[in-house]
């Protein structure tokens, strides 16, 4: 009997805080496995997209405590839709 493996090698958590100006929260990395995005905040929409130009009208909401995984190897933006929210940023690897 083989033994099988399950999931990403390595794994990194980190908190950010956002602004009404699109950043990246995900450098492009070919090994990644997963990303997760969740908005910690308790009242401020997110805005999640593949490229710096993600606004309140191209992006996928998240709303205050939502999350989402992301199962790509592109980096990702985030933008806030007002002041300064924090996501938390979970990202496995190989």
């Known amino acids: 009997m083989t033994q099988q493996s399950y999931g990403a090698a ?3 958590v980190t ?3 956002l602004s009404t100006n699109a950043e990246a929260i995900f450098a492009a990395r070919p090994t990644r496995t997963r990303a997760v995005v969740k908005n910690t905040d308790s009242s401020i929409t997110v805005y999640i997209g593949e490229a710096d130009t993600v606004t309140s009208s191209t992006g996928i909401s998240l709303l205050a405590g939502e999350s989402i995984a992301l199962f790509t190897t592109a980096a990702v933006y985030a933008i806030a ?3 300064t929210p924090t996501v938390a940023l979970l990202e496995e690897y190989e």
């Open 81 to 83: 839709a007002s002041s």
């Open 15 to 17: 908190q950010n805080a």
């Open 10 to 12: 390595s794994f990194t």
